[in-house]
Every structure is written in structure tokens, then in C-alpha cells.
């Protein structure tokens, strides 16, 4: 691939001012099973280029999937033409600077290579999974997936940038409906497809996988009997796999810098942050220090570069509580005259990149889960997202969870069922009184979040500990 693309980029025959060349090639597995039996079993190749073309201070795109010297030259035209004829009306001049030359190579890492296992042994896999899960005829339904990938990415440009990365990434899922009457209950391994990581087939393959699996089917049918959680402003504590989803929607969206410039407000949105809250806007109380980290092994959207080459460090978003920097790629940066990350992403060979989330996590704090708990004389415990809505602000919020547990003086009690809370994104941040120590620290992930038109659902990853929220309202479901 190398020779294609360093002959292409040094033959193609265009008056830019610089041209880049991002080659893309993926394959993906999915395999999925419902109460037992294998639904659907699929494997696809994707191959291609996206050509990036600086003219007048204006990028012009366009993509192929014909990587010879022709079909390059061809799109590298087109890229041009667009261009042109969009710096009639560009927002904003960019230059080389916007597109820095950058060498290097990122790869994930993994112990057991995705072609370890056949499509039977994965199928195998799955069926026993389900078997497992289905405890009793009040689980009525049981479903369990794996899905695989493996991207390469070659990234050249005019003024000699060479950058490869091969990420290698596996998401698995599994869970359970019950039902007892009228009363239906979900509950799945840390909330729809959060197990999600770069590594191999060692992830799910865990001395505690059959635990896992006999929990999740144990924990719906004890929400049949459970009590309805209560409406209440209480003590609200938050595992992991619920962070990530808090994270994600009132601190990540809401700060993607062309969000806040108004690129997104006609489809995903706008943000309730402004252009001059960078530095001096207190997001939420002195325990919240979030960090942009692309760099953690094994996270989801870990890499050593974004799409356009810029290269990938741990920056700190907000520290002490105190916004400090935006999701703003070297364009929007520019464009907005504020600090940003490497975070030019696109999810295929066929989209330009866009600002985008990747790794964003919640730095771990001091406390132990059990002086958190002993110190709560009233309070609800919740894990797992089921629901979510937030509105186009990213500022008043709702969200639900499978799975809660009540909290009295400080022992964590019985099971509740529908567990629910609502709050606006500064007013639940501020009242952030506890983060745990990196002991209760854990990393999610969701290959789904998607944003631009045309859409692009790209991964993402979160890493968080338990945290103690003080005066949160929380409500079941019939709320």
C-alpha cells in the first residue's frame, strides 16, 4: 500500500496547496444469538481512500475506492473542483499549519489474534452463553453477540507526512428480558455493547465470564420481586458503566468545539458552552478532572493519530472542575481560537473527519468504595444505562439504569427496579462530592455514537470510578 499511495501522492497532477491521501481498509465479524440459536452470522471488507485537497484556504474532499494512480488523480480533481468552488464562501482561511508533517505507526494491542476462533467455535460460544442465562422460564428471552474488527489506516500528504495504524477491536454483549406477569425487566452485561475494547478474543475469554453471564440472569429475575425505586432528591451513586454514558452526553457532546461554532445545531445539536467559557467556566465541583486520553492501552478509541495526522496526547478538558480545553481539531482550533485534541476522526474510507469524541474518562479520586457507601445514610446506587435523553443543548438530561440497590445508613440495602434520574448538566456536576480511588476505576466503550452529516457512528471510550452525587432527583417508572 505504501508505494501506491507515496507514488500517487507525489504524481498527482493538481495546482493545491497541499493534498492528502487517507487509506482505509477494514474487515468486520458480527455473530449474534437469540435463546440459543444463531440469528445472523456476517463478515465484510471495506476498501478505500479519501482524498483531502488545501486550495485558497479551502479543504475540498472526495473519496474512492480505486486506489490506482488514475482513480486517485480522479478523486484528487474532484477534491480540487470542490474546493474552488467552496473558498467563494470559506468561514475561515486555513494553511499548512492546519495539516502539519507527521511520521509514525500505532497498533493495538492483543494476545489471542480475531482468527483464533472459527465462526462455530464463536457460535458455540454464544449458544452456551444463552443456555447459561436462561435460569428459569420467567427469562423469556436470552441474546448474546461478539462483534470483531480489524482497520488499517495509511495516511500520506504532500508535504511528507507517512503515518500507519492498525486498530483491533472486539465488542461483546450479552443479557436478558424477564417477565412475571405484567412486569418486564432487562438486565446485560454493563448496559448494551459497553464491552467494548482494542484487543483480541482474551477479553471476553476471562476466568470470570460464567459468573458474569449467571449474575446478569440472577440480577432480572430478582427485579421481578424488587420494589419500585422511589421518587426522591437523594444521595446518588453511580458505578462505572453508568459514568460512561454521563460522561459521554453532558461532557463530551457538549464540547466538541464545531458544535459550539454551530456546525452540528441543524442535526445533533448545539451546546449550552460558549467560546469564552474555555478557562474560566466552572463545570462542576473541584473532584472533576475529565481527560481527552487516546493514549490508554487497550481502550476503545485509543490511537497514536487522528485522521488528518495530528498527533495524539493525554490533555486535561476540564481540571479541578475548571474548563480548560474543547474537542476541537486543528481546523476548529484555528477557526475558534481556542486549545484543542487530536480528535479529526471519520468512521470509513468514505466520510471526511470531523471533530468527534474518543477516549474520555473521568480521573480516579481517593475514596474506597466502601467509605463511599458507609458515609451515605440515604441514598440509591444505580448501574447500567437502559435509557437516555438530553436535549440539543446537551443541558437538561434524563436518564434510566437496569439495576439499582438502596442505600441506609451507609449498607447498601435491597434491590430496586426502573431506577431513573433528571438533572441539568452543571447543577449534577456540581454536586459531585465523591470520586473513587483506582480501585472502582473501570473502561467502557460504544461502537455507536454518531454525529455529521452524513452520519458517522464512530467508537468511543470512558473510563471512570464510582462517584457520589449529593441531592440528585431519582424517580421509578411510573414517575
Known amino acids: 500500500m505504501w508505494k501506491e499511495l507515496t507514488t500517487a501522492i507525489s504524481h498527482l497532477n493538481i495546482p493545491a496547496d497541499w493534498v492528502g491521501i487517507r487509506a482505509v481498509k477494514e474487515t468486520a465479524t458480527t455473530n449474534y444469538v437469540r435463546d440459543g440459536l ?49 473558498s467563494k464562501w470559506w468561514i475561515y482561511p486555513f ?50 453477540s461478539t462483534n470483531t474488527s480489524e482497520k488499517e489506516t495509511w495516511f500520506v500528504s504532500s508535504n511528507g507526512s507517512q503515518v500507519y495504524q492498525k486498530i483491533i477491536a472486539l465488542v461483546t454483549h450479552f443479557g436478558v428480558t424477564a417477565q412475571d406477569g405484567s412486569i418486564v425487566q432487562q438486565r446485560t452485561q454493563n448496559g448494551p455493547h459497553a464491552n467494548s475494547y482494542q484487543g483480541g478474543w482474551e477479553l471476553f475469554r476471562q476466568d470470570n465470564l460464567w459468573h458474569q453471564v449467571e449474575q446478569v440472569g440472577e440480577q432480572a429475575l430478582e427485579l421481578l420481586t424488587a420494589e419500585e425505586c422511589p421518587n426522591t432528591r437523594t444521595t446518588l451513586v453511580l458505578a462505572p458503566d453508568q459514568m460512561m454514558l454521563q460522561i459521554h452526553e453532558s461532557v463530551g457532546h457538549p464540547l466538541e468545539i464545531d458544535r459550539i461554532l454551530g456546525d452540528e445545531r441543524n442535526y445533533a445539536g448545539g451546546s449550552f458552552v460558549s467560546k469564552e467559557d474555555f478557562g474560566n467556566l466552572k463545570y462542576g465541583s473541584s473532584l472533576m478532572n475529565i481527560t481527552f486520553d487516546p493514549t490508554v492501552e487497550g481502550e476503545f478509541a485509543s490511537y497514536g493519530f487522528d485522521d488528518t495526522g495530528a498527533v495524539a496526547t493525554k490533555e486535561y478538558l476540564i481540571k479541578e472542575g475548571v474548563l480548560q480545553r474543547g474537542l476541537g481539531s486543528l481546523e476548529s482550533q484555528e477557526r475558534a481560537g481556542l486549545p484543542g485534541v487530536a480528535c479529526a476522526r471519520a468512521c470509513s474510507w468514505n466520510r471526511p473527519a470531523i471533530d468527534r469524541m474518543a477516549n474520555l474518562n473521568l480521573e480516579p479520586g481517593t475514596a474506597t468504595f466502601n467509605d463511599m457507601i458507609s458515609n451515605i445514610e440515604h441514598g440509591v446506587y444505580m448501574e447500567s444505562n437502559r435509557s437516555w435523553s438530553i436535549d440539543d443543548r446537551r443541558y437538561k438530561f434524563q436518564f434510566g439504569c437496569e439495576y439499582a440497590k438502596l442505600i441506609e445508613n451507609g449498607k447498601i440495602t435491597k434491590t430496586l427496579r426502573n431506577p431513573n434520574y433528571r438533572a441539568t448538566t452543571p447543577e449534577f456536576w456540581h454536586s459531585l462530592i465523591q470520586v473513587g480511588d483506582v480501585h472502582s476505576w473501570q473502561i467502557y466503550g460504544t461502537p455507536y455514537c454518531g454525529k455529521g452529516e452524513p452520519n458517522q457512528a464512530i467508537t468511543v471510550g470512558h473510563g471512570s470510578p464510582v462517584c457520589v452525587f449529593a441531592n440528585v432527583e431519582v424517580f421509578g417508572g411510573g414517575a
Do not use: W
Open 95 to 144: 494553511s499548512q499549519n492546519q495539516r502539519p508533517k507527521v511520521v509514525g505507526e500505532f497498533n493495538s494491542p492483543f494476545l489471542e489474534p480475531l482468527d483464533a476462533l472459527s465462526t462455530g467455535e464463536i457460535n458455540d460460544l454464544l449458544i452456551r452463553i444463552s443456555h447459561k442465562l436462561k435460569l428459569n422460564d420467567k427469562i423469556v428471552q436470552t441474546t448474546a
Open 38 to 86: 444463531p440469528e445472523s452470522n456476517g463478515k465484510s471488507m471495506t476498501m478505500g481512500a479519501m482524498l483531502e485537497v488545501m486550495v485558497n484556504g479551502c479543504l475540498g474532499y472526495a473519496a474512492t475506492n480505486s486506489l490506482t494512480l488514475p482513480g486517485l488523480q480522479t478523486a484528487a480533481e474532484i477534491a480540487y473542483k470542490q474546493a474552488i468552488a467552496a
